[in-house]
Each structure stands twice: as C-alpha cells, then as structure tokens.
C-alpha cells in the first residue's frame, strides 16, 4: 500500500512556520536516519545549514562518525521498533541537555519520520539539585533528632519513623515492621482521640497539640509514658494531607521525678526524727533525776525494819516501774544521741551470726525457726560491731512480735559490686504492714501493740543506727504473709593499705 504523505504548499509553508517558531532545537529524521529538515534553533545551536544537514545520516551529525550505532543502542532505531517516544539526558561540560525523539507515522501506522528536539536543563537540573540538597538536609535533620518522630498519610497509615521512632516503638524493621498504623502506637481508641483534639480550635490551636504526658504502645506491647506534640500538615488549598507527631521518652524524667520524691521523704524523715530526738532528750533527762530520787527513796524505805509487808509489797511494785521507767528513759537517750562509733571492717556475716547467738536461749525464740542464707562472699563493712548487733537483735524481737511469737525468720546477706552495696535482709511470716503504718513504723513511740506492752522505740534506735553508718533500712515487701527489712551499707573496698568507703 502506497504510504500518503503528500501535503500543499500553503499547509507545508504553516508546517514549516510552525516547526521554526518552536523555542528549542528540533530536527526531522527518516526512517532510514536520514536528516530531512531542520528547524531555526538547531539550526543556531549546531551551527550548520540545511545544505550542510540535508541527506546526512544523523550519526554523522550527532556523533561525528561514517558508521551506524548499535541497533540495540540506537534510539532511533528504538522509536521505530516500538512506535514509542525515546529520551535521554547528555551532560555537556557546563549544561544539561534533554533529548526527546518522537515517531511521526504514515497511514499505514508505521514510523515514517522521528523528530528529535533538544532542550536545556540546567536550570531545572540545578533546581532538582537544590531540592534534593533541601530533602537531604530535611532528612538529616529528622534522622538525627533526640526525639521519636512519626508521619502518617491521612488514613493513618505510617510512612516516616526515624530513628529514634523505632528505637522507642521496637518497630526496627522500617517498612517491614509490625507498626503499619497510628492507632498501632496508641492504647485503644486514644489515636482518634488525638485526632478529634488536633481538629480542636480550642486545645492548642487547629492543627496542633501538645501533651505532656501519654502513654504509647510499642511493638511488643508495652505501655511507654511520653511527652507527645502533634500536627496537621495542609495542602496548598489548606486540605489535610498529612499528620506528623513528635514524642520524648519520659522514662529518665520519671526516674528522676521518683527519686527526688524518694530523697524529700527521706529529708522529710530525717527532719523529724532529729525534732524527735531532741525532745526525746529534753524529756529524757527532765525525767531521769526525779526518777533516781524516787528509786533512792524508795530503796532506803525497802530496808527500814519498822514497815509491814503490805508496805514492802508497795514498795516492790514502785522500784519495779520505776526501773521500767528508767529503761524507756535509757532507750530515749540512746535514741536521741549519736555517740562515738568504734568502727572497724567487720565481716556482716559475723555480725548476724554473733546477734542470733546472743538472743538464741530466749525463752520468746521458743516457737520461732531461723533461718540463715548469708553470702559465701566478704560482706565487708566499716561499721560498729556492738551497734550492728543491736541492730540485728532488734529487727529479730520485732519479728518475733510481728508474728506472734511463732513462725520463721530468714536473715539473708548479699552484695551488688556495681552499685558498692552490701545487703542485710531480715524477714518474717507474720501479718505484715498495713499500708497507713508503713510511714510511721520508725518514729518513736509508735507500736501497734497493747499500752505498756511496747516503747515504741525499738524500731526507731535501729533507724538511727543504720543511718549512723551511712546506711539505709527500708521495708522491701509486706503483705499477708509477712514483712521483710532491708539494710544497704556502703560496701568497704581495698586498695593497697589503704581502705576506702565505696559511695555510689
């Protein structure tokens, strides 16, 4: 079939005004790669003429050789294998150039003619390089940030987590990890709680929120406290397109917040306590010298021979409470003052093994078993023998009495190198601590048990003398099955001769 390409002079002369107005380089080639025509602009770009084009064979022109390209290489040939527009881009040495070649086709639909046009992009190609720099730049900073950040489409569904995001959600497999969706990061409907707050005008403006403090999900379905900021993100015509939220890990902050609250109760305690000690010793000594005047007197009239045993039997009883009196009034000096520690390094093996042998033909230890789990270690402290077996005696009688008596006792030693502690566990089996006594059990006075039964400052002297050791004794566990003590002692270190306490 004869393939028609015949065209007027009047629409070949438009044709031709048409292809010449076009602002880039633009050249018609054969099928058989033959140059037909050019228009004005490669005209001036190459700096040739029609005669000089005319007839030439495009690779003659293009690549400045006598021999066809590789057919698999060619890009006209491409255009006319598969009737298909073919660009690439060449680098020159100061500019880019595009170049497209499109198929011109005959009535038969075959490729009669390629057109080639040749345009400059070095301005969008320094642009593309300018973005790409801004979304690099962008990216880093992102990347690098201390906080967790996390993109969603408007579905929800996730497509940025840096770093940090994974790290703190356990989502470390990127595109591949379990987080798929915001409602994934939060408990159960708190994602579109967020959300209804973000369209909020009246929490933290439209668009944006500030939380102080939430809690997230991760991946493996832990509850994370955290700071969290959110927002928006809109479109040109102000649509919502996106959401981006920022999240800080509260864990440190928490702990931080746990301790201080720690160490104010501890001020706190050790504030009173020092109050009370001064009373106590005020009281103690305002009553110790009558006290002596009464048992003087009443010694002297135990030995006179002209009183009747009624009397005597009186008189008993009063030198009985008196020297019950002057007991408590002894317990209130010792507790009120801090006097010189003998201190050596003692094994605090030895100190328990020496307390429970001091205490063990106790008519009151009849019922009760004692159990001994201490440390194969050196459990070496720098501490007051006498003193710590006081210490020990008087957390076993509190036992004893917490239980009624009857039931087991278990001391148990041991050492945490890398903090620089020694431990002393005392617990027994008794009733335990009922929550409203726990911050009272080591003020003086204070018992649970029958008036007259207790002082109340059994307790309150070991606090004392724990913390005259640079220790600490708190109540690790109460429950109904019973309460266990804790001592933690800065653990005595050798270096050389020379000893040292280990403070963390």
């Not at 290489?73 to 680098?91: D, E, H, M, P, Y």
Request: aromatic share 8%; charged share 25%; with cysteine.
């Amino acid at each position: 079939m004869k393939k028609n390409l015949d065209i007027s002079e009047d629409e070949m002369y438009w044709r031709t005004r048409i292809f010449d107005s076009l602002s880039y380089p633009s050249v018609v080639i054969s099928a058989d790669k033959t140059l037909m025509g050019a228009n004005k602009k490669f005209y001036e770009a190459f700096n040739l003429s029609f005669k000089e084009i005319f007839g030439k064979k495009c690779f003659n022109i293009f690549l400045y050789k006598n021999t066809p390209c590789n057919s698999d290489q060619c890009t006209i040939s491409k255009v006319i294998k598969n009737k298909k527009s073919q660009s690439f881009t060449l680098r020159h040495h100061d500019r880019w150039e595009e170049r497209v070649f499109s198929p011109i086709f005959d009535d038969d639909g075959e490729v009669a003619y390629v057109i080639g046009s040749m345009r400059d992009i070095t301005r969008t190609k320094a642009l593309e390089g300018q973005l790409h720099g801004v979304q690099e730049f962008i990216s880093r900073v992102i990347h690098s940030s201390a906080s967790a950040i996390v993109a969603a489409d408007r579905q929800g569904n996730i497509n940025l987590m840096n770093s940090v995001a994974k790290e703190l959600f356990g989502d470390y497999n990127g595109g591949e990890g379990k987080l798929k969706h915001t409602e994934q990061l939060y408990p159960p409907g708190k994602a579109k709680e967020i959300m209804r707050m973000l369209r909020d005008e009246n929490i933290g403006g439209k668009g944006k929120i500030l939380i102080p403090r939430t809690t997230i999900v991760n991946a493996h379905g832990e509850n994370i406290e955290v700071e969290m900021s959110a927002a928006i993100i809109y479109d040109e015509e102000g649509n919502e397109s996106a959401t981006m939220a920022i999240y800080n890990d509260l864990k440190d902050k928490i702990k931080v917040e746990k301790e201080l609250k720690m160490t104010q109760k501890q001020l706190a305690q050790s504030e009173k306590m020092a109050s009370l000690g001064q009373l106590a010793a005020g009281v103690a000594h305002e009553i110790n010298n009558p006290l002596t005047g009464v048992l003087f007197y009443a010694s002297l009239l135990l030995e006179r021979s002209d009183i009747d045993e009624s009397m005597k039997e009186d008189l008993g009883y009063i030198l009985e409470d008196t020297n019950r009196c002057k007991e408590i009034v002894k317990s209130l000096l010792v507790y009120s003052r801090s006097s010189g520690a003998k201190k050596n390094i003692v094994q605090l093996n030895d100190i328990v093994k020496q307390s429970l042998d001091l205490i063990r033909d106790q008519q009151k230890f009849r019922n009760i078993t004692i159990k001994k789990d201490l440390s194969n270690e050196m459990m070496l402290i720098h501490a007051d023998s006498s003193k710590l077996n006081q210490v020990v005696i008087n957390l076993v009688i509190n036992a004893v009495d917490a239980m009624d008596g009857a039931g087991t006792i278990t001391l148990t030693t041991y050492k945490k190198k890398s903090i620089g502690k020694v431990f002393l566990e005392v617990k027994d089996t008794g009733q335990g601590i009922s929550h409203e006594n726990l911050s009272k059990i080591f003020d003086p006075f204070f018992t649970t048990k029958e008036v007259g039964k207790s002082t109340g400052l059994g307790l309150s002297i070991v606090h004392g003398l724990v913390e005259e050791h640079g220790a600490k004794i708190s109540v690790k566990k109460t429950n109904s099955q019973g309460t266990t003590f804790v001592i933690e002692f800065p653990m005595y270190l050798a270096s050389g001769k020379t000893p040292f306490l280990c403070n963390p």
